[in-house]
């Protein structure tokens, strides 16, 4: 079997209950010809974590390797939307624990005596997160003062790309990407093909400056 990801599945069609995985894995195989799952499709984060955010990324698994190569080659049609569809790369340095807040585990191999709100980190789920002022509970608004659990700072919540941790710690743990090598352009002679009854032509360039082309080609070599 392989395990995939599919993005931007809508989080107001289908919340986290047993009917709506069903009725998800009822549209994605009767619009998606030829594509089977072995088991009902799930959110790869949890429910308190999908309440502010309109759309979400879920599991699926389908039983071959030409399946899974299909599916990320032309997506999966779900909701009248074609939907990007990646391969299921698990990497546990980059998983936040919904718990606690640290990387490196799941929620369900959390050993943290006490939880860490998301938003405000205090002591409490995110889920039980609740404004003092207009009662909103368990997701972000207009009051809400960030704060993060594992800078110990405020400004930010635990899941947001400013976290220090995620700069210091996560960002050098990952490869940079190679910028790939410029190939130096080749000088085109220009042929004046016009005749004697033509409008003058342009002046004729001038020759390439060789020696500039072999500094420029050094300073590449240098930079590559």
């Known amino acids: 079997w392989y395990n995939l990801i599919v993005h931007v599945v809508r989080t107001t069609c289908y919340d986290d209950s047993i009917e709506a995985m069903v009725r998800l894995r009822s549209e994605i195989e009767s619009f998606n010809p030829d594509v089977n799952l072995i088991t009902n499709p799930h959110w790869l984060r949890k429910p308190e974590d999908c309440v502010e955010k309109a759309a979400s990324s879920v ?21 009248m939307q074609k939907l990007e569809v990646v391969r299921f790369v ?3 340095k980059d998983q936040q624990c919904s718990t606690c ?18 938003l405000c980190g205090a002591s409490h789920k995110t889920v039980d997160h609740k404004c003092d002022k207009c009662n909103t509970k368990g997701k972000r608004c207009e009051h809400l003062t960030s704060y993060c659990a594992n800078c110990q700072t405020a400004g930010h919540t635990a899941s947001d790309n400013a976290s220090l941790y995620r700069k210091t710690i996560l960002a050098p743990a990952r490869p940079a990407a190679q910028k790939p ?9 220009i042929t004046n093909t016009t005749t004697n009854n033509a409008l003058p032509s342009s002046p004729a360039p001038q020759a390439p400056n ?9 300073a590449m070599e240098e930079t590559y």
């Open 59 to 79: 599991s699926v698994i389908v039983k071959s390797e030409e399946m899974a190569k299909r599916c990320m080659q032309k997506g999966l049609n779900i909701d």
């Open 90 to 92: 698990r990497n546990c």
């Open 101 to 118: 807040r640290k990387f490196g585990h799941h929620y369900l191999r959390c050993t943290a005596k006490q939880p860490a709100c998301r």
């Open 181 to 189: 090598p410029v190939a130096p352009t080749t000088p085109v002679e």
């Open 210 to 218: 060789t020696t500039e082309d072999a500094t420029m080609d050094e």
